[in-house]
């Protein structure tokens, strides 16, 4: 999953390290290894890696973690559109909005 990622500052977000309880399931559920858990506390360690799927709010149990007004807007669409563009050598992506 290295090498499927979204535009680098573009993904919204947020995450509350004090709500926090030390679960572990932003790092299992994340495809991006966006999280990972140290001292019992989650940090972010990729945030770039974020396309915002929304996994981790959905299973946070803690609601520490915030992605963007929609939960998750997708944009797995640009990750997935720039590989077959990239396979195909054409144009690269278009993110969900465009
Ligand atoms: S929104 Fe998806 S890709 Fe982004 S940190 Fe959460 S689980 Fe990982
Ligand atoms: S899922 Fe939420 S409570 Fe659990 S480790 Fe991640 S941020 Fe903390």
Same mark, same amino acid.
């Given at each position: 999953?290295?090498?499927?990622?979204?535009?680098?500052?573009?993904?919204?977000?947020?995450?509350?390290?004090?709500?926090?309880i030390g679960c572990?399931?932003?790092?299992?559920?994340c495809?991006?290894?966006?999280?990972?858990?140290?001292?019992?506390? @989650?940090?972010? /360690?990729?945030?770039?890696g974020?396309?915002? +799927?929304? !996994?981790?709010?959905r $299973?946070?149990p803690?609601a @520490?973690?915030y /992605?963007?007004?929609?939960?998750?807007?997708? +944009?797995? !669409?640009?990750?997935? $559109?720039?590989?077959?563009?990239?396979?195909?050598?054409?144009a690269?992506?278009?993110c969900?909005?465009?």
């Amino acid at each position: 999953m290295k090498n499927f990622r979204y535009i680098d500052g573009a993904a919204i977000l947020k995450f509350n390290q004090e709500a926090c309880i030390g679960c572990g399931m932003c790092a299992t559920v994340c495809p991006h290894r966006v999280f990972t858990l140290r001292h019992k506390k @989650a940090e972010i /360690v990729d945030a770039n890696g974020c396309m915002e +799927c929304g !996994a981790c709010a959905r $299973n946070c149990p803690a609601a @520490a973690i915030y /992605v963007n007004p929609d939960n998750g807007c997708g +944009c797995a !669409a640009y990750i997935i $559109n720039s590989w077959i563009a990239r396979v195909r050598k054409g144009a690269p992506g278009q993110c969900c909005g465009g």
